[in-house]
């Protein structure tokens, strides 16, 4: 039996980053909200304290942190003529679950698109000429452009005390920043990070080719900082234990110590942890979602939690999940275009690397941040000429070690064996003397990659898993063998001992190793209900009180992480939802 | 049969010929390498079967030699390591969807199989010690160096025809779970002394290096490595 509850002003489904900046906006403006939230109640001084958390083999590989994939997975195949299998293990991406989602153990690079990126299909047509997109490129402009953004990602990065330089200040471009950027108001909250071995060697090679480097925007504090939420930040500690970990240090920005502290002290926000909600009660001729049903993970028992606005924040695939199952929307479907939902799903081309090895530097992996390396966005998005390549987009290009944790970092010279005596050899000779230099790529929107429901696989509360029919195409092909080519002459500008070949992504897109976790699109966002699935605001164009955060709104993907947009974005949609929806419930764009 | 060996004696015999293979096999100079604070099998074994185990022991001497770096693989407990995995919430397929249909994929779609961790180990070695009996007349703990490393070669290229199981599925899997003996922090019963990671130089904890970073910019780090139970 389903127990009805009382009705509430607000209900946040998944209180990761998006969920938690959403309450705290809505709790600000006067609303009750409550926060639904799968997962256990996790908070840094009880959860992520040394020794523990230093556990290499409990966090990086077993996962400990992640979306249980025993209860709840999704399926893939390659095209839509192909039978789909789950992912039984998780590999490629590691969906968070727990309070403060992805963001309580992500790395915390902190981007923001190009202007460029903003209006990509505007931007390519204009520069390459009207039939420069290729049919089956189903690009769009996203419909907030970078100058609406500006001071939302600058709250974003507030929020967070991003460590950086500006590489753009007001439009005065500024050497060790990233001069590609976007012209930005005001300068990083924190300096850099202490600089590297690894960064520095990147740093001067890159220079010697002309190109422009950078020191990573990170959300590893530099220094002790209090953010507007009065919330504090301690600084780095370096410790190599980032990504995949909860930070002991609470220098890494996340919901759990930048907003959760204030929101849980409001008595306008009720947590309600282990609430996997289950489905969206939809009002198709209302237009409403009218309420939210979930099931209390500890007893059982089934409720139905009625509220004014619903705001869904339950990342990528489940977004997408209970979109499907509630019937809000039309179905994409691949063969006739038509239908939106669960439409431009795309990920990111990785799996462009070079390793260098110096017999004479000391790189000391270990001491590492999260997001710590020096790059270049020299051939990032459209900051290159594409005439003549065949492709379009670019990647981020970066050395600089997140970690030296020898279970998954051993990095030895090609050539020697996985194992036995020449192995050992080669790995205490090279450990602490090698790097990689990586890349991530765009990967622009095609028509034959989409998310919807597998007919076969289910979850353990019966629904049908998130099927995705997904592979790298044509121009992720080009876009990989051309960054593999830059890989290799910043590779040899560094004068390494040794290098590796640069690895060019090819073949079939795999689930096993891990890649990033930087999924988007399904319910994207846009201006025309037959192509997007929420508006400009983030609001569903068949459901006005219902609001889609993350970045399941994503038109296409950047190259960047996608975490400094996907938080602009809920500073934006809130700031709509406050000063526009709340004064006059309905849609806040006629299409 | 190779098989019907009474267990107390196939371990014993064992613990003896490691001992024996990894001083023959270390340099005088490195004499301290030899000798784990813990006698790794003569511990109790959680799950795995004598032969079971005796696989594993004879697998990873030959995929983590003794030699001047470290002592062998099982001296520095990955074989307790893997016991105690394969026993635990690992080895009962924690995070591992299991609903069916099991179909076969490319290999790009990752692990298909219904058997957990623990059922998988069970079955590939059986696979293996009956290719290995079939090669060699011998189960594959009981061959000479030369041979073990023959067959593990074998089966990392998927040229061994195991029955019914991919060989190289499963020697990737053996890999992967003595790697994380060897480097994984010694609670779990593997990297005895650390020596893993001072054959590396990975200093473990606290890794605490905000002071660090800017001291040994470029330098070598000389701290001995700690463990999560030097703070517990
Ligand atoms: C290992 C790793 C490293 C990363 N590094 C970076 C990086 O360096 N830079 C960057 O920009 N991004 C990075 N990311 C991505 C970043 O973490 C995400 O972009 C960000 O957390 C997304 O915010 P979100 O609110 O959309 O989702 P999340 O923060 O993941 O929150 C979603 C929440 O919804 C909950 N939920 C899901 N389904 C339900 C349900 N049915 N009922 C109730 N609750 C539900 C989940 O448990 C979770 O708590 C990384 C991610 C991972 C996993």
């Not at chain 1, 999704?74 to 992912?87: F, K």
């Not at chain 1, 299909?121 to 500006?150: C, F, W």
């Not at chain 1, 530099?222 to 980032?242: K, R, W």
């Not at chain 1, 997001?371 to 459209?382: M, S, Y």
Request: aromatic share 10%; net charge neutral; with cysteine.
């Amino acid at each position: 039996m389903t127990v009805t509850l009382k009705e509430t002003d607000a209900v946040v489904i998944g209180v990761g980053w998006t969920g938690s900046i959403l309450a705290r906006e809505l709790t600000k403006a006067g609303l009750n909200v409550v926060g639904l939230e799968r997962g256990a109640k996790r908070m840094p001084r009880d959860d992520f304290t040394i020794p523990s958390v230093r556990d290499d083999l409990k966090y990086a590989v077993r996962q400990e942190l992640f979306q249980d994939t025993q209860l709840e997975t999704v399926s893939l195949r390659h095209s839509p003529s192909e039978t789909a299998l789950p992912i039984r293990r998780l590999g490629s991406f590691l969906p968070g679950t727990d309070l403060g989602g992805a963001g309580a153990h992500w790395n915390g690079m902190t981007w923001r698109w190009l202007p460029s990126d903003h209006r990509l299909r505007s931007h390519i047509t204009e520069r390459y000429g009207k039939n420069a997109i290729p049919d089956e490129m189903t690009i769009q402009d996203l419909p907030v452009s970078y100058d609406e953004l500006e001071p939302y990602y600058d709250k974003f990065e507030k929020l967070c005390g991003v460590s950086g330089k500006a590489g753009n200040l007001r439009g005065k471009i500024v050497d060790g920043g990233n001069v590609f950027e976007g012209p930005r108001q005001n300068e990083y909250p924190n300096p850099p990070l202490a600089k590297s071995m690894a960064g520095t060697i990147m740093d001067t090679a890159c220079r010697s080719l002309g190109y422009h480097p950078f020191q990573a925007p990170s959300s590893n504090a530099s220094e002790v900082y209090t953010n507007f939420e009065g919330q504090t930040l301690g600084a780095c500690e370096y410790c190599g234990h980032c990504e995949r970990f909860g930070c002991e240090a609470n220098a890494k920005a996340s919901p759990n110590v930048c907003i959760l502290p204030a929101l849980l002290a409001d008595s306008k926000f009720e947590l309600r942890a282990h609430a996997q909600v289950k489905e969206l009660v939809y009002d198709k001729a209302a237009r409403k979602v009218k309420a939210v049903r979930y099931v209390d993970t500890r007893s059982g028992e089934e409720y139905e939690q009625p509220a004014s606005i619903v705001i869904l924040g339950a990342y990528v695939f489940n977004n997408v999940l209970l979109m499907l199952t509630a019937g809000i929307g039309e179905p994409y479907d691949y063969k006739t275009g038509k239908g939106a939902v669960g439409r431009n799903y795309c990920y990111q081309v990785s799996g462009n690397a070079v390793t260098v090895f110096f017999e004479d530097k000391e790189i000391n992996p270990f001491m590492a941040a999260g997001a710590h390396g020096v790059l270049i966005d020299d051939f990032n998005g459209d900051n290159f000429d594409h005439g003549g390549l065949g492709f379009f987009g670019g990647a981020w290009i970066q050395a600089g070690p997140t970690n030296g944790r020898p279970i998954a970092t051993r990095p030895v010279p090609p050539g020697t064996p996985r194992w036995g005596r020449d192995w050992k050899q080669a790995t205490a000779k090279w450990y602490n003397h090698a790097f990689t230099i990586g890349a991530s790529g765009c990967n622009y929107a095609h028509r034959e990659n989409f998310l919807d429901l597998d007919p076969t696989y289910r979850d353990a509360l019966g629904r049908p898993l998130i099927r995705l029919s997904y592979n790298f195409h044509d121009n992720d092909y080009k876009l990989a063998g051309y960054v593999g080519g830059v890989l290799g002459r910043v590779a040899k500008a560094m004068n390494p001992t040794v290098m590796s070949t640069p690895s060019v992504k090819k073949g079939d897109y795999s689930v096993v190793p891990y890649q990033s976790t930087h999924n988007t699109g399904g319910t994207i966002t846009g201006t025309d209900p037959k192509t997007s699935v929420v508006n400009r605001y983030l609001q569903s164009w068949d459901a006005d009180n219902l609001f889609v955060m993350g970045a399941s709104v994503f038109p296409q993907n950047a190259s960047y992480n996608p975490t400094g947009l996907v938080g602009a974005l809920a500073y934006w949609s809130a700031n709509a939802i406050v000063t526009q929806y709340l004064k006059s419930p309905g849609p806040l764009v006629h299409a | 049969m190779a098989d019907d060996n009474i267990p107390i004696r196939r371990r014993n015999f064992l613990l003896g010929a490691g001992t024996a293979v990894a001083a023959s096999l270390t340099p005088p100079a490195a004499e301290a390498q030899t000798a784990p604070t813990a006698p790794g099998d003569a511990e109790p074994l959680l799950t795995l079967t004598p032969t079971e185990h005796a696989f594993f022991v004879a697998a990873a001497d030959t995929l983590i030699p003794a030699d001047n770096l470290s002592p062998s693989g099982s001296q520095c407990g990955v074989a307790a390591f893997i016991d105690r995995q394969l026993a635990g919430a690992y080895g009962s397929g924690a995070r591992l969807y299991r609903d069916g249909p099991f179909l076969k994929g490319k290999p790009e779609l990752g692990y298909q199989l219904p058997l957990n961790p623990r059922e998988f180990f069970r079955a590939g070695i059986a696979a293996a010690n009956e290719w290995s009996r079939k090669t060699y007349g011998k189960d594959f703990d009981r061959l000479a160096d030369a041979d073990r490393e023959a067959a593990l070669q074998a089966m990392e290229s998927g040229k061994a025809e195991f029955s019914g199981f991919s060989s190289r599925m499963f020697f990737n899997a053996l890999l992967d779970i003595s790697m994380e003996g060897f480097f994984a922090d010694p609670i779990y019963g593997g990297n005895r002394d650390m020596a893993a990671w001072k054959m590396v130089g990975y200093p473990g904890l606290p890794a605490t290096y905000r002071e660090d970073i800017k001291k040994y910019f470029g330098k070598k780090y000389d701290k001995p490595p700690r463990s999560i139970a030097d703070f517990s």
